[in-house]
Every structure is written in structure tokens, then in C-alpha cells.
């Protein structure tokens, strides 16, 4: 805490010095990206992705289209140190378990950006019962996403609280002047296996369907829009057979009002639903879930002069749930809104500076019949600074954030970035940075449910938890060779992490309580290699150790294999418009809290894809996911195993 305190104290005098040097750094980055895709998650200003001074992985569309995986989720466990492989790649499947670098991605360890904004998702994106108050990725269709920019490490100085391990921004499809449509769906099957509250999976082989269609283009002469809808239905992941569906419609217009004043506004709503009779605990009960999600944004861009911009953005977000479930709490209702504000200012001062400040509101209201009414507003200030030296080889990024929150006070989140390019095409990046997770409404409610074979309840009492993390990573690119290697390791301590407890009551019953209990010791190495064998081959490899523990107890954390192995086969004839994958992917054994043994146990699957072009704007695929039904061991969960979809899309 000492180090926090003299750390931001430096940063804040550094922030009022005067600084000097030369305007060519920062002219020529913009000028030589203007026509290349530009990645702005990292440092919320624009850099080709090969010179982010923040490890920053972009996933692109063709990258996308490429996979054979059908949710965002499904994408990011190709990266090293995501693991959700205990995730099925389903519309609505619960997400648990899945961790980013030993922290669990759903208690909100991770944020989660739709077009730099920050989302929130109860039941309908795959939380498992946080009604609005747990995060998950899959808040957008993947037939409307255009790229996900990925960024590992501590990201709180400039995001504040949850982005602990990291920050992931889902980027939809933009309007622009040329007129663009599409449409497509795919139908397939998959089988389950399993067993839940010792119910095992009946009605085995099960079916999926999906369809999307998008419209963008101009309006105006200066006026711009985009409209998209998707449906996607499946027939669940419970012990039976349920009818599963989301829809999502997706609109938003932009108006390029001068050529320094852009604005862009939108309106988002989703449409979850999922129903069936479940036969836990030896009954047989009707089991409902509803959630309707509307959301609303606006942003606005203003720039001054070439070197001084302005940015204002905000959104209001609702969800209000619907819930009988007989087994974890009856009846339950909530409704959750989120308001948020924020100004950008970002400006080129003494010639090498680029200066980038901002404030934030944030609101988030909790109501529900199964806990009590809560409220909390959050205010921030940030600042951050770009500082090129030694002829541009050496970029340092500053950065200092200031928290204000009525429920669970002041914190203060440092952080310093920088990148070493000693030659042309080696990359050296490092960082380390303060991080908090802030308790959530529902975690600080005191009011005391049945969750069906135990009470919960939270806890007023509890404060943030906080991290500090550094890392450093090593990319070499070989071009003559078409290699390109990269290597990171990090580090991280987290203080005071919010974890739940089990009590037992005087009159025998569990309680399960949130409280300030454990620290985590994380540390790990992330490796990738790229190969482009020849002009239609590649192969991408990846590996990630993670050594995740209880500081306390020196005992492994949940749901992180030590290891994790993948491989990727592409093979892309563009002549004749046909290609196809080849994809493999192994983790040893997880801890696993729910059951004995106490681990699950080491998991490998295969998955492939072929696709052909078809009458010049049309394509057509088949895919596979876990191709040799290999079983999920000791998860206590239903998960599917063989998955096989045909689909056609088409760009208009």
C-alpha cells in the first residue's frame, strides 16, 4: 500500500512537469495508420496492432469467419491464458468457470467492452446467477462482430474497477459510406453427457439452429446506419431437453456533421428466454428464465486541431429477469440498470507528448425480490501520457486513476506501460500497474434467500480487493522465414479477494456468505508461434503455464489447469475460394470445488472446418467440435461433446 501510494504520488507531480521533445512520433503514428486497422483498448488512443507499446491480441473478422466456434467465448479460448474450456459453445451456457490468468472471468475480474463501452449481462450471456450483476463475453451475436481487441495485464488506471486480468473490446459492425448487407444461419446437432446434482444427461442428442441478417450503408449524404438481427436457439444444456433462445437486434446510426464532429448513437435489445421441466431432486418442475436487455448509447467526437480531440460518451442500460427455478431459490425477479457518462480529452503538448485525461460516472441500481435494493455511484478522474524517447525505440506510458465511491470508498490505481524496439522487428513490452474489483450491489446486499438446498446472503462489510501485477513480453518476427514468436510472464498478487464461505445456522441449514477472505499468489507464462509454412499453410501454436494460488494455503485456485496446450492448422485457398482448419486443444486437470474427486480431470479435443465460396458473394461451411467425443471427466456439469453445424451466409 506504501508503494501504491509514493507510485501515484510520483506519477500525479510527473503529470504537472513541464515536458519537451519533438512532434514526429505522434504525427507519423496517425498518418501511417490511417489505412490500416488501428487497435485504441490498450492506451484508448489509436496504434497499428504490431506497435501498442500494451500486449494488445486482435482477433479479426476473416479470423472469425475462419473458426469453427460460434460464440465470442468460444474464440477467446484459443489465447493463451483464457481458459474456458469448460464452457460449451452455446447460446446462454453457464461461464462459471472460466478464469483469464487464475481469476474467475464471471465474479468480474475481467471487463468486458462492447465499442469501448462497458457491458453487464445476467443469465442471457451465460452468468450462472448473478442476474445482472456477473460478467460473461458472449453479449454479442459473433455474425455482427467486426474485431475483438484483447488486452492482458492490469488495465484499472485507465478502466477502474474489474479489470483486473484484463480488458476485452468487442468491436460491431460500423456504418460507413459503402452500402453492405448480409445474411446466413447454419442449423447442426450436438450430444451431452454428464451429471448434475447427480441428475445425468437423457435425451442425448440434441439441435441447434441459428440465423442473422445485416444492413449498413449511408442514409444521408452525412448520415450513416447499421441494423442487424439474430436468433439463435438450441435445445440446452440441462439434464433434459429445454427450448433455448436469444434474439438480439442491434441498430445504430452515425452523423459525420463536419469534417471534426462526428456523432454515433445506437439502441441495442435482447430477448433470452429458456424453459423446460427438470427432474433435480427427484421432481419434476416447470424451470423458466426470462430477460429482456435494452440499451441505449451516444457517442460524440470532436476534434479541435490536429492535435487537441474531444470525446463524450455515455449509454443506459436495463435488465430485468424473470426467473422460476425450483432448485436454486424458487421465484425470483430483479431489475438492474447501469447509467454511465464520461469525457475524453486527449492532446499533443511540448511537441511529444500525447496527453489523454477523462472523468467517468458511473450508476448502478440492484433490485430484486431476493435481495435487498441497492444503489452506489461511482466518480473518476484519469490521466494518462504517451512519451516517446531515444529516436521513438523507447515509449513510456504513465498512467493514474482516482476512484470515488460512497459504498466502498477511494482507491487510487497507478500504472506504467512501456515498449523497446532495439531492432526493426524485435518487440520488447512491459508494464505493471494497481488493480481493484469493487463489491457488486448484490455482494454487499445483507438480505438473507433459499437458494434450494442452501441460505446465501452478502455482506455490507466488504471492501475492494487489490492487485498489483507486472508483466514483461518478447515478440521476435522472422519475415523472411514467416515466423513470428512471442513470450510473456507475469505476475500478480490479489489482496483481500472476495470469495464466498460456508456457515452452518444453529438449526442445522448451510448459509453461504460473501466475505473478504483469501489472497491469490498468480504467476505464468504465455507463449505463441505463427508459422506461415507456405503461401496457403499455417500453423499457430500456443502454450500457457499457469501456477494460481491461495497465498494462505499454498492450494491451487478453481478452474485453472497448470498447463494448456493448442494448435491450429489453416489452410486458405484464395484462387479457387475454398479452405479449411484443423484445430487442437489440451488442459490438464482443474481444481474443481463441487464434488469429489476435487479435480476435473485432463480434456483434449479436436476440432475442423471446411468452407467454400459459392456464386461470388456466398459461403458455405461445415464444422465440427470434438471430433473423437472426447469426455469431459469429473466437471460435475452437462457438457456437449460432439458438435457437427452446416451453414450458408451471404454478402448482398
Same mark, same amino acid.
Given at each position: 500500500?506504501?508503494?501504491?501510494?509514493?507510485?501515484?504520488?510520483?506519477?500525479?507531480?510527473?503529470?504537472?512537469?513541464?515536458?519537451?521533445?519533438?512532434?514526429?512520433?505522434?504525427?507519423?503514428?496517425?498518418?501511417?495508420?490511417?489505412?490500416?486497422?488501428?487497435?485504441?483498448?490498450?492506451?484508448?488512443?489509436? %496504434?497499428?496492432?504490431?506497435?501498442?507499446?500494451?500486449?494488445?491480441?486482435?482477433?479479426?473478422?476473416?479470423?472469425?469467419?475462419?473458426?469453427?466456434?460460434?460464440?465470442?467465448?468460444?474464440?477467446?479460448?484459443?489465447?493463451?491464458?483464457?481458459?474456458?474450456?469448460?464452457?460449451?459453445?452455446?447460446?446462454?451456457?453457464?461461464? =462459471?468457470?472460466?478464469?483469464?490468468?487464475?481469476?474467475?472471468?464471471?465474479?468480474?475480474?475481467?471487463?468486458?467492452?462492447?465499442?469501448?463501452?462497458?457491458?453487464?449481462?445476467?443469465?442471457?450471456?451465460?452468468?450462472?446467477?448473478?442476474?445482472?450483476?456477473?460478467?460473461?463475453?458472449?453479449?454479442?451475436?459473433?455474425?455482427?462482430?467486426?474485431?475483438?481487441?484483447?488486452?492482458?495485464?492490469?488495465?484499472?488506471?485507465?478502466? !477502474?474497477?474489474?479489470?483486473?486480468?484484463?480488458?476485452?473490446?468487442?468491436?460491431?459492425?460500423?456504418?460507413?459510406?459503402?452500402? =453492405?448487407?448480409?445474411?446466413?444461419?447454419?442449423?447442426?446437432?450436438?450430444?451431452?453427457?454428464?451429471?448434475?446434482?447427480?441428475?445425468?444427461?437423457?435425451?442425448?442428442?440434441?439441435?441447434?439452429?441459428?440465423?442473422?441478417?445485416?444492413?449498413?450503408?449511408?442514409?444521408?449524404?452525412?448520415?450513416?446506419?447499421?441494423?442487424?438481427?439474430?436468433?439463435?436457439?438450441?435445445?440446452?444444456?440441462?439434464?433434459?431437453?429445454?427450448?433455448?433462445?436469444?434474439?438480439?437486434?442491434?441498430?445504430?446510426?452515425?452523423?459525420?456533421?463536419?469534417?471534426?464532429?462526428?456523432?454515433?448513437?445506437?439502441?441495442?435489445?435482447?430477448?433470452?428466454?429458456?424453459?423446460?421441466?427438470?427432474?433435480?431432486?427427484? !421432481?419434476?418442475?416447470?424451470?423458466?428464465?426470462?430477460?429482456?436487455?435494452?440499451?441505449?448509447?451516444?457517442?460524440?467526437?470532436?476534434?479541435?486541431?490536429?492535435?487537441?480531440?474531444?470525446?463524450?460518451?455515455?449509454?443506459?442500460?436495463?435488465?430485468?429477469?424473470?426467473?422460476?427455478?425450483?432448485?436454486?431459490?424458487?421465484?425470483?425477479?430483479?431489475?438492474?440498470?447501469?447509467?454511465?457518462?464520461?469525457?475524453?480529452?486527449?492532446?499533443?503538448?511540448?511537441?511529444?507528448?500525447?496527453?489523454?485525461?477523462?472523468?467517468? %460516472?458511473?450508476?448502478?441500481?440492484?433490485?430484486?425480490?431476493?435481495?435487498?435494493?441497492?444503489?452506489?455511484?461511482?466518480?473518476?478522474?484519469?490521466?494518462?501520457?504517451?512519451?516517446?524517447?531515444?529516436?521513438?525505440?523507447?515509449?513510456?506510458?504513465?498512467?493514474?486513476?482516482?476512484?470515488?465511491?460512497?459504498?466502498?470508498?477511494?482507491?487510487?490505481?497507478?500504472?506504467?506501460?512501456?515498449? %523497446?524496439?532495439?531492432?526493426?522487428?524485435?518487440?520488447?513490452?512491459?508494464?505493471?500497474?494497481?488493480?481493484?474489483?469493487?463489491?457488486?450491489?448484490?455482494?454487499?446486499? !445483507?438480505?438473507?434467500?433459499?437458494?434450494?438446498?442452501?441460505?446465501?446472503?452478502?455482506?455490507?462489510?466488504?471492501?475492494?480487493?487489490?492487485?498489483?501485477?507486472?508483466?514483461?513480453?518478447?515478440?521476435?518476427?522472422?519475415?523472411?522465414?514467416?515466423?513470428?514468436?512471442?513470450?510473456?510472464?507475469?505476475?500478480?498478487?490479489?489482496?483481500?479477494?472476495?470469495?464466498?464461505?460456508?456457515?452452518?445456522?444453529?438449526?442445522?441449514?448451510?448459509?453461504?456468505?460473501?466475505?473478504?477472505?483469501?489472497?491469490?499468489?498468480?504467476?505464468?507464462?504465455?507463449?505463441?508461434?505463427?508459422?506461415?509454412?507456405?503461401?496457403?499453410?499455417?500453423?499457430?501454436?500456443?502454450?500457457?503455464?499457469?501456477?494460481? +494460488?491461495?497465498?494462505?494455503?499454498?492450494?491451487?485456485?478453481?478452474?485453472?489447469?497448470?498447463?494448456?496446450?493448442?494448435?491450429?492448422?489453416? %489452410?486458405?485457398?484464395?484462387?479457387?475460394?475454398? !479452405?479449411?482448419?484443423?484445430?487442437?486443444?489440451?488442459?490438464?486437470?482443474?481444481?474443481?470445488?463441487?464434488?469429489?474427486?476435487?479435480?476435473?480431470?485432463?480434456?483434449?479435443?479436436?476440432?475442423?472446418?471446411?468452407?467454400?465460396?459459392?456464386?461470388?458473394?456466398?459461403?458455405?461451411?461445415?464444422?465440427?467440435?470434438?471430433?473423437?467425443?472426447?469426455?469431459? +471427466?469429473?466437471?460435475?456439469?452437462?457438457?456437449?461433446?460432439?458438435?457437427?453445424?452446416?451453414?450458408?451466409?451471404?454478402?448482398?
Amino acid at each position: 500500500m506504501i508503494c501504491k501510494r509514493i507510485f501515484s504520488t510520483v506519477l500525479a507531480i510527473g503529470f504537472l512537469l513541464p515536458m519537451s521533445g519533438r512532434a514526429s512520433w505522434a504525427n507519423n503514428r496517425e498518418s501511417s495508420t490511417a489505412l490500416e486497422t488501428m487497435v485504441v483498448t490498450a492506451t484508448k488512443t489509436p %496504434y497499428a496492432p504490431e506497435d501498442v507499446p500494451v500486449e494488445t491480441i486482435l482477433i479479426t473478422r476473416e479470423e472469425i469467419q475462419r473458426s469453427n466456434v460460434k460464440t465470442i467465448a468460444g474464440m477467446l479460448d484459443e489465447i493463451p491464458g483464457f481458459n474456458f474450456s469448460q464452457q460449451a459453445d452455446l447460446t446462454g451456457a453457464m461461464g =462459471y468457470k472460466n478464469t483469464l490468468r487464475g481469476l474467475n472471468v464471471e465474479s468480474r475480474r475481467m471487463l468486458i467492452l462492447v465499442d469501448g463501452q462497458r457491458v453487464f449481462g445476467g443469465y442471457h450471456t451465460g452468468g450462472m446467477s448473478g442476474g445482472g450483476d456477473a460478467f460473461n463475453v458472449n453479449v454479442v451475436p459473433v455474425s455482427l462482430v467486426e474485431r475483438i481487441e484483447v488486452v492482458k495485464g492490469p488495465a484499472s488506471a485507465l478502466y !477502474g474497477s474489474d479489470a483486473v486480468s484484463g480488458v476485452i473490446n468487442i468491436i460491431t459492425k460500423t456504418p460507413d459510406k459503402n452500402f =453492405y448487407s448480409a445474411v446466413g444461419g447454419g442449423y447442426g446437432w450436438y450430444t451431452v453427457d454428464g451429471t448434475y446434482y447427480g441428475a445425468a444427461a437423457k435425451e442425448k442428442t440434441r439441435s441447434a439452429y441459428n440465423a442473422y441478417t445485416t444492413v449498413a450503408g449511408p442514409v444521408t449524404e452525412r448520415i450513416s446506419g447499421t441494423l442487424s438481427f439474430s436468433h439463435e436457439a438450441h435445445d440446452g444444456l440441462k439434464e433434459t431437453k429445454y427450448t433455448v433462445f436469444k434474439n438480439y437486434l442491434h441498430t445504430q446510426l452515425q452523423l459525420d456533421a463536419t469534417d471534426d464532429f462526428t456523432l454515433r448513437g445506437g439502441a441495442e435489445l435482447t430477448a433470452y428466454e429458456a424453459e423446460g421441466k427438470t427432474t433435480l431432486l427427484g !421432481g419434476l418442475d416447470d424451470d423458466t428464465m426470462d430477460e429482456l436487455v435494452p440499451r441505449f448509447w451516444l457517442v460524440g467526437n470532436y476534434r479541435f486541431n490536429a492535435d487537441h480531440r474531444l470525446k463524450v460518451q455515455g449509454y443506459v442500460q436495463r435488465l430485468k429477469g424473470d426467473i422460476f427455478d425450483p432448485v436454486n431459490g424458487g421465484g425470483q425477479d430483479y431489475n438492474v440498470s447501469y447509467k454511465d457518462l464520461e469525457v475524453q480529452y486527449t492532446g499533443r503538448f511540448f511537441d511529444k507528448h500525447l496527453f489523454t485525461a477523462g472523468v467517468e %460516472y458511473l450508476d448502478t441500481s440492484f433490485k430484486g425480490n431476493w435481495v435487498e435494493d441497492g444503489d452506489t455511484a461511482t466518480v473518476s478522474v484519469y490521466a494518462q501520457d504517451e512519451w516517446p524517447l531515444f529516436d521513438d525505440t523507447l515509449v513510456l506510458i504513465p498512467g493514474l486513476r482516482f476512484d470515488d465511491n460512497g459504498d466502498y470508498g477511494q482507491e487510487w490505481s497507478p500504472k506504467l506501460n512501456l515498449m %523497446y524496439t532495439p531492432f526493426p522487428r524485435t518487440r520488447i513490452r512491459g508494464g505493471l500497474g494497481w488493480t481493484f474489483k469493487a463489491p457488486t450491489v448484490r455482494e454487499l446486499t !445483507g438480505k438473507r434467500f433459499w437458494m434450494g438446498n442452501m441460505w446465501a446472503e452478502g455482506n455490507p462489510g466488504l471492501t475492494p480487493e487489490n492487485g498489483f501485477t507486472w508483466q514483461a513480453c518478447v515478440e521476435q518476427e522472422f519475415p523472411g522465414q514467416g515466423l513470428i514468436l512471442g513470450v510473456t510472464y507475469y505476475n500478480t498478487r490479489l489482496d483481500n479477494m472476495i470469495d464466498t464461505q460456508l456457515d452452518v445456522l444453529p438449526n442445522g441449514d448451510w448459509l453461504m456468505r460473501y466475505t473478504n477472505r483469501d489472497d491469490a499468489k498468480i504467476q505464468g507464462i504465455e507463449a505463441t508461434v505463427n508459422f506461415q509454412i507456405m503461401d496457403p499453410l499455417s500453423l499457430v501454436l500456443t502454450y500457457t503455464y499457469a501456477d494460481a +494460488r491461495d497465498a494462505g494455503t499454498d492450494e491451487r485456485l478453481i478452474n485453472v489447469p497448470e498447463h494448456a496446450f493448442g494448435a491450429r492448422l489453416d %489452410y486458405i485457398n484464395r484462387a479457387a475460394g475454398f !479452405g479449411g482448419m484443423l484445430s487442437l486443444s489440451h488442459t490438464t486437470d482443474q481444481k474443481n470445488p463441487y464434488g469429489p474427486p476435487g479435480y476435473t480431470q485432463k480434456f483434449t479435443t479436436v476440432g475442423a472446418k471446411v468452407w467454400k465460396n459459392i456464386m461470388g458473394n456466398g459461403r458455405i461451411s461445415l464444422e465440427a467440435s470434438n471430433i473423437l467425443d472426447e469426455a469431459l +471427466r469429473d466437471a460435475m456439469i452437462i457438457y456437449p461433446r460432439q458438435t457437427v453445424m452446416a451453414r450458408v451466409e451471404f454478402d448482398l
